[in-house]
RNA sequence: GCCCGGAUGGUGGAAUGGUAGACACGCAGGACUUAAAAUCCUGUGGCCAUAACUGGCUGUGCGGGUUCAAGUCCCGCUCCGGGUACCA
């Protein structure tokens, strides 16, 4: 019988449609759950590219499998939908972004569909329904009633702020602002990156190195705007200490960990001369204070104008001025010449009591650490070339741990930089009695602290790089603040019985060029009164994408809930999520504020777990070929041709040069996964996606690839479903312990996301099965299970023919029986220093001696003894055999 | 610059320190066919020897090292990919 995929798939699709075959179970008593997730997408006009069903076909064998394990699997797929594409294509055609958002949601679903992926369809969720954002605002309603509690690391409600007397006497305003300056939302002026070219305000995670926009390209520049912003940074250290018992990736950590930017070091106060305003640095460095030879304060600090003497006032206000009007680009181009202006004023260091003069620089950043820094040029790069450029004192404090005599003398000489480790030199003084000459790095920093500490002088500090997330955008499509600013000044939130606040209709969706957003043009959506006549309007901004994204994972447990955001009982058996996969490009943004979000809602007491998801796991990119002509033009892939290893343009015979790129429109190499589907079948696809190398790589797609693992399913189906293949008798011994170490093998790999050997084991069985021309219907049954997660339909169909009228979706996986696995004889490989040179087939059970003496009396030993003189023999059993020998001269 | 990955046949890739190249593509030869496609069978890292069976040398980016034994562990590089960027 032929292999008909496209009648057998379609055929499967409809039956577990029709009969809600992968409706997640009700019943929270079975002990087994399985939390399945996939980053949802964002439904984009262009369909489903090969790189979506990549990890949905991942996590979907892995659902499969733990169905017939016997587990409760919550498998759900939702859309990420608001976002900037459906409110250009709205700005352009006047088409509402619902409208475009619907129908993408529609191609997208149809096209998962078509690939028998087994999500829950009634667990559906798109971020753009009210329903949805209702709870997305409830959040965020939650978020700005919560302050963090620094001694319990804890977030808990305001209620339950405690206000200091001294802030309780100046009154209610002072009493709102002290608890404003504690939330975890809270509105300010913010100076915040505005992309003119998409008129949105950026954070700083999605402006890139060069000063891009990441979504556009375009120059982004500095705006003054009033938004909303999250106080992620009091999360830092739970942030980070929550890995420890995380199974992701180290990679991902690690660039969370760097995100985040812990660093550990000392404030020290320096006193400045002639005022009686103290100069805050924050140093990793507190040991090097003996090398301090200048200081550097940020332009926009608090403290500049004012420390700036009268002779140095116009060179200094036109530095500030300057360096207010670069943009953060200009900053970091200028990164290699460094520029600065002397203040005039001198801080005194408290170490020695030495006077050091106050510049004024750039490259100190006014939004870390105090936004001033004491300079050591000796010990650190930064301060030493601009020591160099200014003519600045440079004191090397540190004899330094190097083997080179000339580089030692040049350190110590103040001509080169060294920031290792050393032992200090020139690092004590008898007026202030500190002495750490001769210590290390390590014992420096301890002592140098714990004196400042004791002198009142300074503390130990931890920093973070972390900081607040601007979290508002101009734009129409994405989630309303359910806020309104009164004329009086007063901001309230809307309660949670008013939510949702729904999006107004707007005929005119462009965002005003000052940053105002289109929001701003609904006239009676935003004008307000309260009962008492006063006047507001409500909050023009909307949320970024990455609200809705935040917390999605928890309403696919109770999508369809409308008076809770999810039943507590059914959040409690089924987080945390146990496997989440998804592209890396998310590896901080998403997963950190994700992470941020659920942490607060764990202190309210609204989830039950401290992280969300368990196992993180990345697809790697699928690139595709591409091919270019001598001139450079792109010709799309399907055109090209391959003669003997070069590539030729099918139409007009040129040569072609292959590119492996990211597939793309302008590379014309964008492979169309319904493309693959209509030629080889959904189980081809499946097949494919998941046997063309592990799931973490990047790879390229190569539809030749496609051919091989289609091939296999066409035999398969061809060898199990003639009758005349399956016998009545006993099975075969050889076919026995191939099938059983296939389950292994398949078993173990799936659990380990090693879907690609797990296929080659499959194949091998395969082709052992068919050589041998039959197999039991017993071990039918068993390799059809086993392979039923990879490639569902042909299973079903497999699973029909053998007799079975249920699916084989919930049938027990087969257990391995270690009986036929047992091996008699074992092939000894008999190396000879560590060559291998010929096999003895030994029982297993043979003790080493009697190994070594039937390894000497093998006639071929002669030969290789004869090279040399025997010293040793090492003998692993089961394993090899290896004869050492001493080589004559 | 710093942090994290990676480098294995013509290609994608396999290998708990223990038989390198599983599986698949491609290629070559053969079967079926009038022919092609499809399908099936055989071979396939490189080099050398042999009529052949077969035998030898060599081989996992480069250079060292540890070990009876290294693709795998250690040290030093090169190149490629990802992240980050004056973070004090």
Redesign the pocket.
């Known amino acids: 019988m032929d292999y008909n995929f496209t009648e057998i798939e379609e055929r499967w699709q409809k039956f577990w449609e029709e009969n809600k075959t992968f409706k997640t179970p009700e019943d929270l008593t079975n002990p087994k759950k399985c939390y399945v997730l996939d980053m949802f997408p964002y439904p984009s006009g262009a369909g489903l590219h090969v790189g979506h069903p990549e990890g949905y076909t991942a996590t979907d064998i892995y659902a499969r499998y733990k169905r017939m394990k016997g587990f409760n699997v919550l498998h759900p797929m939702g859309w990420d939908a608001f976002g900037l594409p459906a409110e250009q294509y709205a700005i352009q055609t006047g088409t509402h972004p619902s409208v475009t958002t619907k129908n993408n949601c529609d191609t997208f679903r149809r096209q998962i569909r078509e690939l028998g992926l087994s999500y829950d369809w009634e667990k559906e969720i798109n971020t753009t329904d009210p329903e949805y954002y209702k709870w997305t605002q409830w959040i965020f309603i939650k978020l700005y009633n919560t302050w963090f509690d620094e001694k319990l690391q804890k977030g808990r409600p305001v209620s339950e702020l405690a206000i200091p007397e001294e802030i309780r006497k100046h009154g209610k305003k002072e009493i709102s602002n002290y608890s404003d300056s504690k939330r975890l939302a809270y509105y300010d002026n913010a100076l915040v990156w505005w992309c003119p070219s998409c008129r949105i305000v950026c954070a ?2 999605e402006v ?2 060069d000063g891009s926009h990441e979504k556009c390209g375009n120059r982004v520049e500095k705006k003054n705007l009033k938004q909303w912003m999250l106080r992620i940074p009091h999360y830092a250290e739970r942030l980070l200490t929550g890995f420890d018992k995380l199974d992701w990736p ?2 991902i950590k ?2 969370q960990r ?2 985040i ?1 812990r ?1 550990t ?1 000392a404030e020290v106060d320096f006193r400045i001369d002639g005022m009686k305003e103290i100069l805050t ?5 507190p040991d090097t204070l003996f090398g301090a030879t200048y200081m550097v304060i ?1 332009p926009e600090h608090p403290l500049t104008k004012l420390i700036t003497t009268e002779g140095h006032k116009r060179e200094v206000d036109n530095y500030i001025e300057a360096a207010s009007l670069k943009s953060d680009l200009d ?2 181009d ?2 290699k010449e ?1 520029t600065g202006v002397f203040s005039g004023r001198h801080a005194i260091n408290p170490v020695n009591l030495r006077k050091i003069p106050i510049w004024v620089a ?4 006014p ?5 001033a ?1 004491m300079a050591v040029p000796a010990h ?1 790069t ?1 301060d030493f ?1 601009f020591a160099e450029k200014f003519n600045l004192p440079i004191a090397c404090i540190q004899d330094p741990d190097v083997t080179d005599p000339d580089q030692r003398k040049r350190i110590i000489a103040g001509r080169e930089c060294w920031t290792e480790d050393g032992r200090y030199i020139n690092s004590s003084d008898s007026t202030t009695g500190i002495d750490i000459n001769g210590l290390n790095k390590e014992a420096g920093i301890a002592k140098i602290t714990a004196w400042l500490e004791s002198k009142n002088l300074g503390k130990a500090k931890i ?1 973070y ?1 972390l900081r607040d997330w601007l979290f508002s955008r101009q734009r129409y499509w994405g989630e309303p603040f359910p806020v309104i600013h009164w004329e009086d000044g007063e901001i309230t939130l809307l309660d949670e019985s008013e939510l949702p606040l729904e999006l107004p209709a707007l005929e005119k969706y462009l965002p005003g060029e000052s940053g105002e957003s289109p929001l701003a043009n609904a006239t009676e959506w935003l004008n307000v009164t309260d009962r008492t006549g006063r006047k507001g309007r409500r909050e023009t901004n909307t949320m970024p994408q990455w609200a809705g994204s935040c917390w999605y994972y928890l309403r696919f447990i109770d999508p369809r809930n409308d008076r809770q955001i999810f039943d507590p009982a059914k959040e409690k058996y089924w987080m945390p999520a146990d496997l989440y996969i998804g592209g ?2 998310h ?2 943004l998403h997963l950190l504020y994700s992470r941020f979000w659920h942490k607060v809602l764990y202190d309210l007491g609204i989830v039950s777990t401290d992280e969300p998801y368990t196992r993180l796991y990345n697809q790697g990119m699928i690139l595709a070929f591409a091919y270019e002509n001598a001139s450079g033009a792109k010709v799309a892939a399907d055109l090209a041709e391959e003669r003997d ?1 070069k590539f030729y343009n099918r139409e007009t015979g040129e040569e072609l040069r292959q590119l492996v790129a990211k597939m793309s429109k302008s590379l014309k190499n964008v492979v169309n996964p319904d493309d693959v589907v209509s030629r080889y079948g959904a189980d081809s696809m499946r097949l494919y996606e998941m ?4 799931l973490d ?4 797609w ?1 539809d ?2 496609v ?3 289609s ?2 399913l ?2 398969t189906f061809r060898f199990l479903s003639n009758q005349a293949n399956i016998h009545p008798g006993d099975e075969d011994g050889e076919i026995l312990k191939a099938l059983h170490q296939t389950i292994r093998k398949v078993e173990g790999d799936i659990e380990n996301l ?1 879907f ?2 797990a ?2 084991a499959m ?2 069985f395969i ?1 052992l099965a ?2 041998k021309g039959r197999i039991t219907k017993d071990s039918a049954r068993i390799f059809t299970k086993i392979l039923s997660p990879f490639a569902p339909h042909l299973a079903e169909e497999i699973w029909s023919f053998l007799g079975h009228n249920k699916t084989i979706s919930f049938e027990p996986w087969p257990e391995v029986n270690e009986e036929y696995l047992k091996e008699e004889i074992f ?1 000894y ?1 008999i ?1 000879f ?7 003895i087939t030994l029982p297993v059970s043979m003790e080493k001696d009697e190994i070594i003496r039937n390894v000497l009396a093998d006639e071929r030993t002669k030969k290789w003894l004869a090279t040399g003189t025997l010293s ?1 023999i ?1 003998v ?1 059993p089961n ?2 055999v ?1 004869v ?1 020998l001493k080589t004559n001269p």
Do not use: C, Q
């Not at 750039?362 to 950043?365: A, E």
């Not at 046997?691 to 592990?694: A, V």
């Not at 790589?697 to 390229?700: V, W």
């Open positions: 700083n995670e890139l190195y180290e990679g690690d660039m760097n995100w930017g660093s070091g640095v924050f140093t990793t460095r940020a900053r970091t200028l990164a460094k750039d490259y100190v950043l939004g870390y650490g105090t936004g820094i650190d930064r070339e920093n790089k890396a490009e590896a901080v290893g046997f063309m190398g592990p790589i990047t790879k390229p190569d030749k690839g051919k091989g693992v091939g296999f066409g035999r090693h690609n050997t296929i080659s194949m091998i082709n068919i050589k092939e490989p190396s220093n560590g060559k291998l040179r010929f096999r040793n090492i692993v394993r090899i290896n050492v």
